[in-house]
C-alpha cells in the first residue's frame, strides 16, 4: 500500500471523527434548554462545517404558517437579494417544501425549476438540500443547506441521509420545547384559575383589594402591586401587596397616589421604564416625582374602568350618543431593581387588569347599596322563622323583651362607685418656713411628739452669713457710739455739735442694726421645724425623703395625726359622677335641709365586711392622682369608728359607693354610656 493511499485513509478516518463529534454536539444542543435564537445559531453552524457547505439557513414558521429568517450562514453567497425574481422563485420552493404533505426533505439541482415560476425552484449555482423540521403537532421551519453541485449523486444522497438525521435532532428540541410551553401554560392556567376564584371570592371592598394586590404579585411575578380607589376627583391608595396596612400619611403612598389621579383623569394606561418623553406632561410630573422617592424602575398604571366597549357591538352610528364611564380606580405593578419587562409579563398584566376591573368594580357596586348591610342581616335571618327554628327564636325574643321591660320599669339602688383611703380626723401638714438643708431628723414614722417639738433642724448658709454680718456690723457700731461719746467730753463747742450729729446717726443705725438681728434670729430659730400639734408622725421613709435634701419654704415636709382620735373616709370621687350626687343632694334637702346621703365602704385588705358612712358637705377638687380623669375630693364620716377592726391603720385602701337613691335598671347599667352620647352624639343635633 502506497503512502498516498495512507495518507487518504488516514484523512478520510479523522474527517469521520470530526463529523461524528459534530454530530454528538448537535445531540446535545437539541437536548439542553437553550433559548431558540442560541439553538439556531450552534445548530446551524455545526450542520455547514459537518457538510463542508458553502453556507445554509433556517426558515422558522409562526403560527400563521408565514416563513422568517432564523438564522443563516453565507446566505449572501446564494446572491438571492441581488435578484429580486431569483428570491421570488426560492420563496416559493420553501413554502411548496413546507406544504408539501408527502416530502420533508429533498435534493434540489441548481437552476432548476417549473415553467411557472410559482411552482417554485432553485435559482442558484449551490445543490440546495431541505429538510423539514416538524413535531407531531405542527412544521417549525426549514433546515437549506447551500452545497456545491459538482459531487456524485451517492454522495449527494449522503449529504441527504445526514440532514434528515439533523433535522431530527431539531425536532427533538422543539418538541421538548413545546412541552414544556404545555407544561408553563398549564401552570400559568393553573394560577389564573386560582386568581380568579380568590378575588371574586368576596363581594366587600377591602378584602377584595387587598386579595387582587397580593395575587397580581404572584401571578405577574413583578416587585409590588398597589390598588387605588377614586374618592371624588383623587385616587387613594387602598392596598399595597405584602403589606398588612398602608400607611397614608406616608410620602410615597402620597405621591403614588398622585400619579394614581393623574392616570385616572386622562384615562390612558402608562408604561415606564426609564423613559417618560412619551407621557403627558401632567401624568410625566407626578411620574418622576415618585420615581425619585421610591427608586422604581419600571411602573405600568391601568386605568380600572367599570365596563369596556366590545369591538363587535360598537356602531359608529351610535357614537354620539355613547356614555363612557370614568375609571373608579388604577392598578400600579412595579419593577424595583429590573427594568427589562418581557412580553410574557405585559400579557399577564393585561388578563390581571381584565379580572381586577371586574372584581373591585363589583365590590365598589355592591357597597354603594343603600343600607347594604342591613338587606344583608335581613337576608341571613331568613332561618330564625323556619318551622324548626321558631319555637327558639320566640322563647330568645320573649326574654329579650323581657329584659327590656325589666331594664325600664325594674327600680334598682343607684350608687356612684369611687376609691379612697381612710385617713385620721385630727392632723397637719408640716412645712418648711425657711429654705434649707435638712441637717438634722429626729423622728421617724410613727414617732410619737408633742407640740413644739423639734421634728427636724435645718442649715441655710446664706441666712448664717448674713447672721455674722449683722453681728459684726452691730459690734463696730456699737464701738463707734463709745468713741464719740468719749470725745465729746473733751471737745469744744462747735466740735462738740458735729459728734453730737455723728452719735444721733451712729444710734440710730444700732437700733436698725438690732432690728435686723431680731428678725434674723427669729428666722434661725425657724429652722427649727417643730411639731404643730400632739399626735403621731405619718410619712413614711423620712430618712430617704428628707435627710440632706434642700426644701423651700411652703414645702410638706411631712404629716402629724392623731389616729386614736377616729378615722374618716376621703374619697376620690371621678368629677363626671358629682353631677348625680348634687342632684340627689338637692332633692333631699327638700324635705330635709339637714340630710346627707349615706355611704356604704369595705376596706381593702378585708372586702368581706362593710360599713356605714355619712358624706361631709365639704368638697374639694384634687389633681389628677394617677389617672386619667380629674377628681373631687369628698369626705365621709364614719358612723362608728368602734365598728373598724382593731389595728385598723390610718392610709389604709377602700373601695366605697354613694347613695343616689333608686333608677330604673337600664339607666343604672348604661348611665355613663348614655352621658357619653349625650355629650357627643345628641348635643351636635340640638
Known amino acids: 500500500?502506497?503512502?498516498?493511499?495512507?495518507?487518504?485513509?488516514?484523512?478520510?478516518?479523522?474527517?469521520?471523527?470530526?463529523?461524528?463529534?459534530?454530530?454528538?454536539?448537535?445531540?446535545?444542543?437539541?437536548?439542553?434548554?437553550?433559548?431558540?435564537?442560541?439553538?439556531?445559531?450552534?445548530?446551524?453552524?455545526?450542520?455547514?462545517?459537518?457538510?463542508?457547505?458553502?453556507?445554509?439557513?433556517?426558515?422558522?414558521?409562526?403560527?400563521?404558517?408565514?416563513?422568517?429568517?432564523?438564522?443563516?450562514?453565507?446566505?449572501?453567497?446564494?446572491?438571492?437579494?441581488?435578484?429580486?425574481?431569483?428570491?421570488?422563485?426560492?420563496?416559493?420552493?420553501?413554502?411548496?417544501?413546507?406544504?408539501?404533505?408527502?416530502?420533508?426533505?429533498?435534493?434540489?439541482?441548481?437552476?432548476?425549476?417549473?415553467?411557472?415560476?410559482?411552482?417554485?425552484?432553485?435559482?442558484?449555482?449551490?445543490?440546495?438540500?431541505?429538510?423539514?423540521?416538524?413535531?407531531?403537532?405542527?412544521?417549525?421551519?426549514?433546515?437549506?443547506?447551500?452545497?456545491?453541485?459538482?459531487?456524485?449523486?451517492?454522495?449527494?444522497?449522503?449529504?441527504?441521509?445526514?440532514?434528515?438525521?439533523?433535522?431530527?435532532?431539531?425536532?427533538?428540541?422543539?418538541?421538548?420545547?413545546?412541552?414544556?410551553?404545555?407544561?408553563?401554560?398549564?401552570?400559568?392556567?393553573?394560577?389564573?384559575?386560582?386568581?380568579?376564584?380568590?378575588?371574586?371570592?368576596?363581594?366587600?371592598?377591602?378584602?377584595?383589594?387587598?386579595?387582587?394586590?397580593?395575587?397580581?404579585?404572584?401571578?405577574?411575578?413583578?416587585?409590588?402591586?398597589?390598588?387605588?380607589?377614586?374618592?371624588?376627583?383623587?385616587?387613594?391608595?387602598?392596598?399595597?401587596?405584602?403589606?398588612?396596612?398602608?400607611?397614608?400619611?406616608?410620602?410615597?403612598?402620597?405621591?403614588?397616589?398622585?400619579?394614581?389621579?393623574?392616570?385616572?383623569?386622562?384615562?390612558?394606561?402608562?408604561?415606564?421604564?426609564?423613559?417618560?418623553?412619551?407621557?403627558?406632561?401632567?401624568?410625566?410630573?407626578?411620574?418622576?416625582?415618585?420615581?425619585?422617592?421610591?427608586?422604581?424602575?419600571?411602573?405600568?398604571?391601568?386605568?380600572?374602568?367599570?365596563?369596556?366597549?366590545?369591538?363587535?357591538?360598537?356602531?359608529?352610528?351610535?357614537?354620539?350618543?355613547?356614555?363612557?364611564?370614568?375609571?373608579?380606580?388604577?392598578?400600579?405593578?412595579?419593577?424595583?431593581?429590573?427594568?427589562?419587562?418581557?412580553?410574557?409579563?405585559?400579557?399577564?398584566?393585561?388578563?390581571?387588569?381584565?379580572?381586577?376591573?371586574?372584581?373591585?368594580?363589583?365590590?365598589?357596586e355592591h357597597n354603594s347599596i343603600f343600607l347594604a348591610p342591613l338587606w344583608q342581616a335581613i337576608g341571613k335571618s331568613k332561618f330564625l322563622v323556619a318551622a324548626r327554628t321558631l319555637p327558639k327564636t320566640l322563647a330568645v325574643t320573649i326574654g329579650?323583651?323581657?329584659?327590656?321591660?325589666?331594664?325600664?320599669?325594674?327600680?334598682?339602688?343607684?350608687?356612684m362607685h369611687c376609691n379612697g383611703s381612710l385617713e385620721p380626723i385630727v392632723r397637719r401638714n408640716v412645712f418648711a418656713r425657711e429654705a434649707g438643708k435638712v441637717d438634722q431628723l429626729y423622728v421617724r414614722h410613727g414617732s410619737v411628739v408633742k407640740e413644739g417639738d423639734v421634728l427636724m433642724e435645718l442649715s441655710n448658709n446664706e441666712l448664717e452669713a448674713e447672721w455674722q454680718k449683722n453681728e459684726g456690723e452691730l459690734n463696730e457700731c456699737v464701738k463707734q457710739i463709745l468713741a464719740l461719746k468719749e470725745a465729746s467730753y473733751d471737745a469744744k463747742d462747735a466740735e462738740r455739735i458735729r459728734i453730737a450729729g455723728q452719735l444721733a446717726q451712729y444710734t440710730e443705725r444700732e437700733k436698725t442694726l438690732n432690728l435686723q438681728k431680731k428678725i434674723l434670729n427669729e428666722r434661725l430659730e425657724d429652722l427649727k421645724v417643730r411639731a404643730p400639734i400632739d399626735g403621731t408622725v405619718m410619712t413614711f421613709d423620712l430618712e430617704n425623703k428628707l435627710r440632706n435634701r434642700p426644701v423651700q419654704p411652703g414645702q410638706i415636709l411631712l404629716e402629724v395625726a392623731r389616729p386614736e382620735d377616729g378615722l374618716l373616709l376621703e374619697l376620690q370621687m371621678p368629677e363626671k359622677r358629682m353631677g348625680h350626687i348634687d342632684d340627689y343632694t338637692r332633692k333631699m334637702r327638700e324635705k330635709d335641709k339637714d340630710a346627707k346621703l349615706n355611704v356604704r365602704f369595705v376596706m381593702t385588705v378585708d372586702p368581706s365586711k362593710n360599713y356605714n358612712a355619712t358624706l361631709d358637705e365639704e368638697h374639694d377638687r384634687a389633681e389628677n392622682r394617677g389617672t386619667e380623669e380629674t377628681t373631687v375630693l369628698i369626705r365621709a364620716n364614719i358612723d362608728e369608728n368602734e365598728t373598724l377592726p382593731p389595728g385598723t391603720r390610718a392610709g389604709a385602701g377602700v373601695s366605697a359607693k354613694v347613695y343616689c337613691g333608686k333608677r330604673a335598671l337600664g339607666y343604672v347599667c348604661f348611665n355613663e354610656l348614655v352621658a357619653f352620647l349625650q355629650k357627643t352624639v345628641f348635643f351636635w343635633f340640638e
Request: hydrophobic share 40%; with cysteine.
Open 400 to 415: 329579650i323583651l323581657a329584659l327590656i321591660l325589666a331594664m325600664i320599669f325594674v327600680p334598682w339602688n343607684f350608687n
Open 1 to 364: 500500500m502506497s503512502s498516498e493511499q495512507r495518507y487518504d485513509k488516514s484523512m478520510l478516518e479523522q474527517t469521520k471523527q470530526q463529523i461524528r463529534s459534530l454530530v454528538n454536539e448537535i445531540a446535545q444542543i437539541s437536548r439542553s434548554d437553550v433559548s431558540p435564537e442560541a439553538f439556531q445559531q450552534e445548530y446551524l453552524n455545526r450542520v455547514v462545517r459537518a457538510l463542508g457547505a458553502v453556507g445554509g439557513a433556517l426558515w422558522m414558521a409562526d403560527d400563521s404558517g408565514r416563513l422568517s429568517l432564523g438564522y443563516q450562514v453565507n446566505l449572501r453567497e446564494a446572491k438571492l437579494h441581488e435578484d429580486e425574481e431569483a428570491n421570488r422563485v426560492h420563496s416559493y420552493l420553501l413554502y411548496k417544501t413546507l406544504r408539501s404533505p408527502d416530502e420533508t426533505d429533498a435534493l434540489v439541482p441548481p437552476h432548476s425549476g417549473g415553467e411557472n415560476a410559482n411552482d417554485g425552484g432553485n435559482p442558484t449555482d449551490f445543490l440546495l438540500i431541505l429538510g423539514v423540521i416538524q413535531t407531531e403537532l405542527e412544521k417549525v421551519g426549514i433546515l437549506e443547506v447551500f452545497q456545491r453541485p459538482d459531487s456524485n449523486p451517492a454522495t449527494q444522497q449522503g449529504f441527504l441521509q445526514f440532514v434528515r438525521q439533523v433535522t431530527r435532532y431539531a425536532t427533538e428540541y422543539y418538541k421538548n420545547r413545546q412541552l414544556k410551553n404545555f407544561s408553563d401554560r398549564q401552570s400559568l392556567w393553573t394560577q389564573l384559575e386560582d386568581f380568579t376564584r380568590n378575588i371574586h371570592k368576596t363581594l366587600d371592598l377591602r378584602e377584595t383589594v387587598y386579595t387582587v394586590a397580593n395575587e397580581s404579585r404572584r401571578l405577574i411575578e413583578c416587585d409590588r402591586v398597589s390598588i387605588a380607589i377614586c374618592r371624588g376627583r383623587k385616587a387613594k391608595i387602598e392596598a399595597v401587596s405584602g403589606q398588612d396596612m398602608v400607611d397614608k400619611r406616608s410620602e410615597t403612598v402620597k405621591l403614588l397616589g398622585d400619579l394614581a389621579t393623574a392616570v385616572v383623569a386622562v384615562n390612558e394606561p402608562i408604561f415606564y421604564n426609564g423613559d417618560s418623553s412619551h407621557l403627558a406632561p401632567q401624568v410625566e410630573s407626578v411620574l418622576e416625582e415618585y420615581v425619585d422617592a421610591s427608586h422604581t424602575k419600571t411602573i405600568a398604571v391601568y386605568p380600572l374602568v367599570a365596563h369596556t366597549i366590545d369591538e363587535k357591538d360598537y356602531d359608529e352610528t351610535e357614537h354620539d350618543k355613547l356614555v363612557i364611564p370614568p375609571p373608579f380606580g388604577a392598578i400600579i405593578v412595579e419593577q424595583i431593581e429590573d427594568a427589562n419587562v418581557s412580553e410574557a409579563m405585559k400579557k399577564r398584566i393585561e388578563i390581571v387588569v381584565e379580572h381586577a376591573r371586574v372584581a373591585v368594580g363589583n365590590a365598589i
